[in-house]
């Protein structure tokens, strides 16, 4: 596997003063609140995730979207409220994610945003299925500039894959990465870095050497292993896998499991970063995929007025205290754990 030295370089290439001085204030902020236990907040969020859409073509058995289990509404993410949340970051924001729930490349102004962010110097992700990757569009992904293109591959046979993306077809996902790496190749681009990410669950975990050749063999820039989230883990799972290292849950001595992390009362994300739904409202961050600690509403206020809000704050402050308490905080690490 190629070293993924190009994409740091990239990334390096798109800091700027703001940029790397809002990320020292953000730092700063994060540490004096662990250290003093009141929320303190100076700068803006280094990295963003915007949710294009909540529709998804495929029903992985534990996504919100595949279930089709939302009681938020769902939709699709307006370009003009985009650009106007991106207008106010851009001298700030360093990493923008195309990505909260559903498929973004069901959006038909997907990489119309893409390009807009490109433009302001931020980097720029995605994850995708990779279903959509059919010629045409795999050109214009590779001309939109998008930096990284995070593409899910849970199997390496299909009837493995299909065992999580239900309804997938291994073989549309094969052939969007080799569109996108052969795009590249004629393009003479850099960009996106293509990386397979492998979700490790029970029935594929015997396949990971295997994701690994066939990365290889095609030209991906780089395999990440991520652990699974099980939403009703406590009693075990058929996902979890049986190598310790590949799950975020315990075996106990009376066969029941437990989160393996122990919930520290703070937490990075609520410093560094946040997540905005297709319709406008700002939650916390990923695991709180129904939206039910909504923030702020962007279409009423500014981005800065909600990043430093008394609710805000507030939300903060619980963490700093009783983060155990928080209903999306009992089953997160903190980050998923990645194995590169």
């Given amino acids: 596997m190629k070293v993924n030295f190009r994409d740091s370089v990239n990334m390096m290439a798109k800091s700027s003063f703001g940029r790397a001085l809002n990320a020292a204030r953000i730092y700063t902020s994060f540490h004096t609140s662990t250290f003093t236990g009141k929320p303190s907040i100076q700068g803006l969020p280094i990295s963003l995730s915007f ?11 534990e996504c919100p ?12 993410l307006q370009e003009e409220l985009f650009r106007n949340v991106i207008d106010q970051l851009a001298p700030t924001l360093s990493y923008l994610t195309f990505y ?22 931020i980097y720029t992700a995605t994850s995708t299925n990779a279903h959509y990757l059919k010629d045409e569009m795999a050109k214009a992904t590779v001309q939109s500039s998008l930096d990284r293109l995070i593409i899910s591959i849970d199997g390496t046979s299909q009837d493995t894959y299909q065992n999580y993306r239900v309804g ?30 492998f979700l490790v669950v029970k029935p594929n975990e015997h396949q990971i050497p295997e994701v690994y050749a066939l ?16 939403y009703n883990y406590k009693q075990g799972s058929p996902l979890i896998p049986d190598q310790d290292e590949y799950s975020r849950y315990r075996k106990m001595s009376d066969g029941s499991y437990a989160l393996k992390n122990k919930l520290l009362n703070e937490c990075w994300k609520m410093w560094h970063s946040c997540v905005i739904t297709w319709d406008g409202k700002v939650v916390p961050c990923c695991f709180d995929k129904d939206a039910h600690f909504v923030l702020g509403d962007l279409n009423k206020d500014s981005f800065r007025e909600i990043w430093n809000s008394e609710k805000y704050n507030a939300f903060r402050s619980s963490l700093l205290h009783s983060r155990s308490e928080i209903e999306i905080c009992k089953n997160c690490t903190e980050g998923t754990k990645i194995f590169a």
């Fill in 51 to 61: 949710e294009p859409t909540t529709s998804c073509n495929l029903r992985c058995p």
């Fill in 65 to 76: 979207s595949g279930l089709r289990s939302f009681t938020r509404p769902t939709g699709m």
């Fill in 100 to 121: 909260f729930q559903g498929e973004p490349f069901l959006h038909p102004q997907f990489l119309d945003m893409v390009k807009y962010a490109s433009r302001k110097g």
């Fill in 168 to 197: 997938g077809s291994l073989d549309k996902v094969l052939e969007g990465a080799q569109n996108i790496l052969r795009w590249k190749k004629e393009l003479k681009s850099r960009t996106p870095h293509v990386i397979f990410q």
């Fill in 215 to 230: 990365a290889e063999k095609l030209g991906v820039d780089q395999v990440v292993l991520k652990t699974a989230q099980i």
